[in-house]
T-cell receptor, first 114, second 116 residues
């Protein structure tokens, strides 16, 4: 699986947009970008995923660069409850059984400040 | 609440004892995963089931670890002769079959193991 690089930590003011970057320069054409987050003492939670196009759902927006070598997760109006570790994960879309698992890195600790 | 249930939530045991964790996935999910997470690290993959078949095991899963999913529903993870290095959060997740939704894993809240 392609490796991802994320900043160790970021801060954001409550009510402002949080923009979390991820570098995945070795991503291949059939690999999706997934974002998960993990609030303290809870299991990881799926946020969003994409292949080429930008995606938006009720939680966040995902912006993938045209060359697909990096992406940004945007939380449009961060709240204190968004304080969590955010993981950017690249996963192949192949139907091979070994490709169904997700490989987590250390992620970015986002702290939303009042 | 994601619908994935794990028990017990916390387990304290002495070195050398056996422990067993149970995971009840979302009922229509046929894929089930076990992960382990230590402090400051992301979750590490341990093993994966599709229905009752265990299709992949990580090298992290030593022979003291065994996982089962006998009827393709709930799963158990047993650790024999526990060591202090086994202290961690053990996370279970489930997902649907079809790709790319197969990447949408639903995690339980985990079972925290402390080995004294």
């Amino acid at each position: 699986d392609a490796k991802t690089t994320q900043p160790t930590s970021m801060d954001c003011a409550e009510g402002r947009a949080a923009n979390l970057p991820c570098n995945h320069s070795t991503i291949s054409g059939n690999e999706y970008v997934y974002w998960y987050r993990q609030i303290h003492s809870q299991g990881p939670q799926y946020i969003i995923h994409g292949l080429k196009n930008n995606e938006t759902n009720e939680m966040a927006s995902l912006i993938i660069t045209e060359d697909r070598k990096s992406s940004t997760l945007i939380l449009p109006h961060a709240t204190l409850r968004d304080t969590a570790v955010y993981y950017c994960i690249v996963r192949p879309s192949s139907l091979l059984s070994s490709n169904y698992k997700l490989t987590f890195g250390k992620g970015t600790l986002l702290t939303v400040n009042p | 609440d994601t619908g994935v249930s794990q028990n017990p939530r916390h387990k304290i045991t002495k070195r050398g004892q056996n422990v067993t964790f149970r995971c009840d996935p979302i009922s229509e999910h046929n894929r089930l995963y076990w992960y382990r997470q230590t402090l400051g690290q992301g979750p590490e993959f341990l093993t994966y089931f599709q229905n009752e078949a265990q299709l992949e095991k990580s090298r992290l899963l030593s022979d003291r670890f065994s996982a089962e999913r006998p009827k393709g529903s709930f799963s158990t993870l047993e650790i024999q002769r526990t060591e202090q290095g086994d202290s961690a959060m053990y996370l279970c997740a489930s997902s649907r079959r079809a790709s790319p939704r197969a990447g949408e894993l639903f995690f339980g809240e985990g079972s925290r193991l402390t080995v004294l």
